[in-house]
């Protein structure tokens, strides 16, 4: 039981920043989600939207945020 204790606290820390740098980055307007190269196609009806390169840009600095954690791990 401790373990899943520990779980969902580390769950709930990580949901609490990801909408902390959500709320950051909405105040700042950075252009998140609308970078160039993110794909919108707008039809009569409908609207697609696939943003790759703000996808692309996130796994980047997520990347190296995880490397420099797991670096100062050792």
């Not at 204790?5 to 609490?16: A, D, N, P, R, S």
């Not at 709320?23 to 252009?31: F, V």
């Not at 409908?46 to 797991?70: A, E, K, M, Q």
Request: one cysteine or more; aromatic letters at 10%.
């Amino acid at each position: 039981m401790a373990d899943l204790g520990k779980l969902l606290l580390v769950l709930g820390g990580v949901i609490f920043l990801i909408g902390a740098v959500l709320l950051i980055a909405g105040k700042l307007h950075l252009p998140l989600g609308r970078l160039p190269g993110d794909i919108v196609y707008r039809g009569k009806n409908s609207v697609f939207y696939f943003p790759i390169v703000t996808c692309i840009v996130i796994s980047v600095v997520l990347s190296l945020i995880f490397w420099l954690l797991g670096r100062g791990h050792r």
